[in-house]
């Protein structure tokens, strides 16, 4: 499928430096490889970047700086400095750990409010087990290279083209899928179909198809940053919760981390257990006699409007979007999704 370069994305990051280091972003090292294991062959491509204003410097060796604070429901260590100013949560169960950083400003051209926000959002190696890794929290508080969320954008619409050192396009605007008879968008785009690219699963290999390069459905949207781009391991079917299987509804049932509000098949009201970074289900079928759930977003924070924002990937607008075309990427309101907002986990 030929390409031409596209024209920067209207993604608005505050920090000039954070944006150019978008392009020559591969997979991080840890990545998986198309047999799921651990990537030792490519390094990441690394350019020189001046430490942006307002970067969260780590303490000098030796010396403490964190206080930390135990709260439950869910069970999680709240890390501050010595003047009470929020640093880092980590959830117990989960990679997921939110941190301080430089305020970013995410814009969508469909969106009315953008996103401005000082929550970075990176994973651990391993699920955190209680005890706060000083030294991993001083080195995450002054990486500035792409999280989740600056991932994310790198498939949204007008996104430039980003390769791998092996020449794979990793990065760029997805499509949701091709086009059937009726003028809808197909679903089944999984990441290595946006990659192109065969992969391993239990031994049996899943090949792309052809049709969907470049395309990405919602839960191959989270599996592609999450996973493929993320690090976090991947499986086709569920696995007891040790990796992120294929679909929407058993990764809130069957993934890794923990659910933070629980499905009970009706409208989530009270948003005070979720963080940015969340994966959010939705039931936004029309068949009401099924319950089953059958979108995934990451939910983004509250934007300007002082709403609950999430991106997904969807059939309306072909591709990830935090817009309000087809449907207002709202968690809050009387929208189709704040109508079917279900349940959200923390990976």
Request: charged content about 20%; glycine content about 10%; proline content about 8%.
């Amino acid at each position: 499928m030929p390409h031409k370069r596209l024209m920067p994305p209207r993604i608005t990051y505050v920090i000039l430096a954070l944006a150019l280091s978008v392009l020559a972003c591969a997979l991080p090292a840890g990545g998986p490889t198309a047999d799921n294991t651990a990537r030792t062959d490519t390094p990441p491509v690394k350019v020189p970047r001046a430490s942006p204003a307002g970067t969260v410097h780590p303490p000098a060796a030796g010396q403490q700086k964190y206080r930390t604070v135990h709260q439950s429901d869910p069970e999680r260590s709240v890390v501050s400095d010595l003047s009470g100013q929020w640093l880092a949560t980590f959830t117990n169960g989960a990679y997921t750990v939110t941190l301080a950083g430089p305020e970013r400003t995410f814009t969508d051209p469909n969106g009315r409010n953008p996103v401005v926000s000082h929550v970075w959002v990176r994973t651990l190696p391993r699920p955190f087990d209680g005890q706060v890794d000083q030294d991993w929290l001083n080195k995450a508080l002054a990486d500035s290279s792409p999280d989740i969320f600056a991932i994310a954008m790198q498939y949204t619409a007008g996104a430039p083209l980003v390769q791998n050192g092996q020449g794979l396009q990793i990065a760029g605007p997805a499509s949701y899928g091709p086009v059937k008879a009726d003028d809808t968008r197909e679903e089944g785009g999984d990441f290595n179909d946006y990659l192109g690219v065969a992969w391993k699963f239990g031994g049996k290999e899943h090949a792309p198809k052809a049709d969907f390069l470049h395309s990405l459905d919602c839960s191959g949207f989270m599996r592609l940053v999450w996973g493929y781009r993320g690090g976090l391991p991947l499986s086709y079917s569920p696995d007891g919760g040790q990796s992120i299987p294929r679909h929407s509804w058993e990764i809130l049932a069957n993934a890794p981390g923990v659910v933070v509000i629980a499905d009970d098949e009706t409208q989530v009201s009270d948003f005070s257990k979720l963080e940015a970074g969340d994966l959010v289900f939705f039931h936004a079928k029309k068949e009401e006699h099924d319950p089953q759930i059958d979108h995934v977003g990451l939910f983004l924070g509250k934007d300007s409007g002082g709403h609950y924002r999430f991106i997904s990937s969807r059939q309306t607008i072909n591709g990830p979007t935090f817009g309000d075309v087809g449907g207002a990427s709202l968690l809050d309101g009387g929208g189709l999704y704040a109508k079917s907002f279900r349940a959200a986990r923390r990976f």
